[in-house]
């Protein structure tokens, strides 16, 4: 199995092809910038991760979250193993505009890593969502 740890700018987007999910992509992220213990993304407005009232459903914003903080905890020296836990407070729905997923490293403890993450409009800057994550190493 490749490692995928020390991920830069140059080498995001073949890492990320390469190491999540054919569902995951669905989410259409883009944008990717990566350096050390940080990492964004775009995620755009997409019909087919609306729930029925019009914004990006809950589901969606939690796996995005998931593979950016991913990113992030391996543009570093330790290689994270997976996510051992993710907490997140939804602040306002998606609705209309496109989101911002942004990741900072916050401390490496014995065996894990935590993170935080927020989702921010990519327009008007609100705050979306916020979450907090640990990655096991």
């Known amino acids: 199995m490749k490692a995928f740890s020390n991920i830069s ?3 995001v987007v ?13 989410l259409g992220l883009t944008d990717f ?3 050390e213990g940080k990492a964004s993304a775009i995620m755009h407005q997409n019909p087919s991760l609306h729930w029925s009232a019009g914004a990006i459903c809950g ?3 939690l796996a995005a979250i ?11 020296d330790r290689q994270g193993k997976g ?6 407070q939804f602040i306002r729905p998606a609705f209309s505009e496109d989101l911002k997923i942004e990741v900072s490293v916050l401390n490496f403890g014995r065996t894990i890593v935590y993170v935080e993450a927020k989702v921010i409009f990519v327009e008007s800057g609100k705050l979306v969502a916020h979450s907090t994550l ?4």
């Open 9 to 11: 700018q140059d080498s």
């Open 14 to 26: 073949e890492t990320y092809e390469h190491l999540f999910a054919p569902w995951v992509k669905e």
């Open 33 to 35: 910038e990566v350096s």
């Open 59 to 61: 589901q969606a914003i």
């Open 66 to 76: 998931d593979t950016v903080a991913s990113l992030a905890v391996n543009t570093t």
């Open 83 to 88: 996510t051992v836990s993710q907490n997140t």
């Open 134 to 137: 640990e990655f096991a190493f």
